[in-house]
């Protein structure tokens, strides 16, 4: 009877041993399973909102799209655009202030400030407000300036509207030169593609069939650019 019952004692906790890993195992590929959500928020003008590109040609939905490969297949990447056609930086930011997205994104872009040039407006307008979108660009990406990604204002001289204007090219380029230089200054991710956007008259399809803005082809062109930084900053 005794060996019995030692042997009864051994079966239970042996049982009680599997059923521990088996749990602890469940509890483990649960986790690993976990589902992530990515929080990305896009804020410009033209460029940004894709004028007369399709809604997943525009260069914000690119990007989300390319992220996703390299996220687990039930993670979801959530993309919020900020950006109208015509806008200035006086502009987006009252349409910030009037939307008031939440501080919680993981990853926000900022492009920004070829409205300023083409509206012939005060350079001295941009030096004050585009350091003050790109406070509010960090207040948005949780208050981490590591989580925001300056793009370059691209050069509209090179397509059929622009006509090779040298011009707008020299605007273009005192513009970007203050953006980068505040960049550099404040320890801010700029990434340059107006040098994509300059093969616009060499290259007909980056531009859009309005004859002004990028084409898909252009922005995939950005997002190329844009894509290793934004996987640095969501840790893929």
């Known amino acids: 009877m005794k060996k019995f019952l030692k042997s009864l004692l051994f079966f239970f906790i042996i ?17 690993n399973n976990v589902l992530k959500t990515f929080n990305y928020l896009a804020l410009g003008d033209s460029y940004t909102i894709g004028q007369n ?3 997943t040609c525009r260069f914000p939905i690119q990007l989300q799209d390319s992220i996703k490969k390299y996220t687990a297949s039930n993670d979801v990447i959530t993309t919020k655009i900020i950006a109208t056609t015509g806008w200035t930086t006086t502009n987006l930011k009252n349409a910030i202030a009037s939307q008031n997205p939440a501080n919680n994104y993981d990853l926000v872009t900022l492009l920004i400030g070829v409205n300023n040039q083409y509206q012939n407006q005060p350079f001295s307008l941009y030096e ?25 204002i691209p050069d509209y001289a090179y397509t059929p509207f622009g006509n090779g204007n040298a011009t707008i090219s020299t605007q ?6 203050f953006a980068e230089n505040y ?25 859009a069939n309005d004859g002004l ?10 997002v190329e650019r844009i ?9 893929l």
């Open 128 to 152: 004050q407000e585009f350091p003050e979108l790109v406070n509010i660009a960090i207040t948005k990406a949780k208050g981490i300036k590591a989580n925001v990604i300056v793009i370059s």
């Open 183 to 207: 960049c550099i200054q404040n320890n801010i991710t700029f990434i340059n593609i107006t040098d994509i956007t300059r093969q616009g008259l060499s290259q007909p399809n980056f531009v």
């Open 227 to 235: 894509l290793p930084k934004a996987k640095e900053i969501l840790g």
């Open 213 to 222: 803005h990028p084409s898909e082809i252009a922005y995939t062109k950005f």
């Open 53 to 55: 590109v399709c809604e």
């Open 172 to 177: 273009v380029d005192t513009y970007n030169a």
């Open 15 to 31: 049982g009680q041993l599997l059923f521990s890993c088996s749990a602890e195992s469940t509890v483990a590929e649960e986790n």
